[in-house]
């Protein structure tokens, strides 16, 4: 690969880990904090569901701005305000000021998805699993070590607030590698004036719900329904997961950390080998409809298992399936795009995966007031929904022979 290429990609793939360092941070004590000001249950379930209502409309929105006015502006403009909105998060008093700062971090915080669409638009399809590969197992390791900072952080003196100022200064630093180290692609050297004067104009919120709309009705609606029905099953897996692994195997909150910490190192492990199990599978049709088997099993496994090691075996699987199936799906749905508008699909991939933050934390809540596991059982019946999908139609995704020609044509 040419220099250039190699230079920005590793460059955005530190800023993934610092904007999901900076996340994980936070979220983990998100709950908490709402508790201790006063939020009931209920009130908790709209609180986490908020984030991602907003993600689901605002991103096709900030996708279509930035193939507009390109992605490194946007993705600037994202960093600042996710920034901002950290520090007005600890400073704020109420419960009713934490939900304003949740709702502008909701619309901007697309910072993940316009660094896809940055890196769709300078690395040839050819390298798409390699480098997209790379990108989420760099990404992954900010949720190894922002657990652990952020709960060390949270047992001093005003902890959460000190915790979102350091959180904050990480998106600040982002801020300035995107601004030092990627260069301006200009939307001119892919657009003539006229077609960008007209993309900027039509767009509209009635736009975008018609391109929704489209691209769940048309050839790419069982991509995206599995997309809905795996990140939702993981999503439920993950409700109230502290209380869960408490009940079931006797675990302190120490433990639990390093649990998910656990996780995330098998994550960019995954990550880092997503490229190799793609070239071996030469397929992505028939690398979704293995691994989503493979993930369904494995959560219903570790939903059921009363042995801490063996709920060890599943969730390695788990991720391994995740990390692998995030790239693939993200192969199809650019190739069933043609590669055009790659910040709109990455938009609309986006915007499915809000689907799920919207009703899980609220769905699973709901079934956990009548059992615990229920949210975990209820996730491994939407995998098995996604497989019954696949197996009926399978996906018609990046063919390896397809990209092979393509890569010797570089």
Avoid at 210 to 233: P, Q
Avoid at 292 to 316: E, K
Wanted: proline share 4%.
């Amino acid at each position: 690969a040419p220099y250039e290429e190699r230079r920005v990609s590793m460059w955005l793939c530190l800023s993934g880990f610092l904007d999901l360092f900076g996340v994980s941070m936070i979220i983990p004590l998100l709950s908490r904090h709402a508790k201790d000001l006063g939020a009931s249950p209920s009130l908790l379930g709209v609180f986490a569901s908020v984030y991602g209502c907003l993600q689901l409309f605002s991103s096709p929105l900030i996708g279509s701005w930035a193939d507009t006015w390109a992605k490194r502006p946007m993705l600037m403009l994202c960093l600042l305000v996710t920034a901002v909105c950290y520090i007005l998060l600890g400073l704020a008093p109420t419960l009713l000021l934490a939900l304003l700062t949740r709702i502008f971090t909701g619309i901007f915080k697309h910072s993940q998805t316009l660094s896809k669409a940055y890196l769709a638009d300078i690395i040839p399809k050819a390298r798409h699993s390699e480098v997209f590969g790379r990108f989420s197992a760099f990404s992954s390791m900010g949720f190894i070590v922002g657990p652990v900072v952020g709960g060390h952080l949270m047992v001093t003196e005003g902890g959460f607030l000190l915790v979102c100022l350091v959180a904050s200064a990480v998106f600040f630093l982002n801020l300035c590698i995107v601004w030092y180290a990627l260069p301006h692609i200009s939307t001119t050297e892919k657009k003539s004036n006229s077609h960008k004067k007209s993309t900027s104009t039509s767009f509209s919120v009635l736009n975008l719900f018609t391109s929704l709309k489209k691209a769940l009705l048309s050839d790419m609606w069982d991509v995206f329904l599995v997309k809905f029905f795996v990140t939702t099953s993981l999503l439920l897996c993950r409700t109230n997961l502290g209380l869960f692994l408490e009940q079931r195997f006797d675990i302190t909150p120490k433990e639990i950390g390093y649990l998910i910490s656990y996780n995330g190192i098998v994550a960019t492990v995954s990550g880092f080998g997503v490229g190799k199990v793609a070239e071996l599978y030469r397929n992505d049709s028939k690398l979704m409809i293995h691994f989503t088997i493979v993930l369904a099993v494995a959560l219903l496994g570790q939903t059921l298992t009363p042995y801490i090691w063996l709920y060890l075996v599943c969730t390695t699987l788990m991720s391994f399936c995740n990390a692998n199936l995030r790239v693939a799906s993200t192969n199809i749905a650019i190739a069933r795009g043609r590669n055009k508008e790659p910040g709109v699909l990455m938009g609309l991939n986006q915007s499915v995966i809000s689907m799920g933050r919207i009703g899980a934390p609220l769905l699973g809540g709901l079934v956990q007031e009548v059992h615990m596991a229920g949210s975990s059982l209820l996730g491994v019946l939407f995998a098995l929904l996604a497989c019954g999908i696949m197996l009926a139609v399978p996906p018609e995704g990046t063919d390896r022979q397809t990209a092979d020609k393509e890569k010797k044509e570089l």
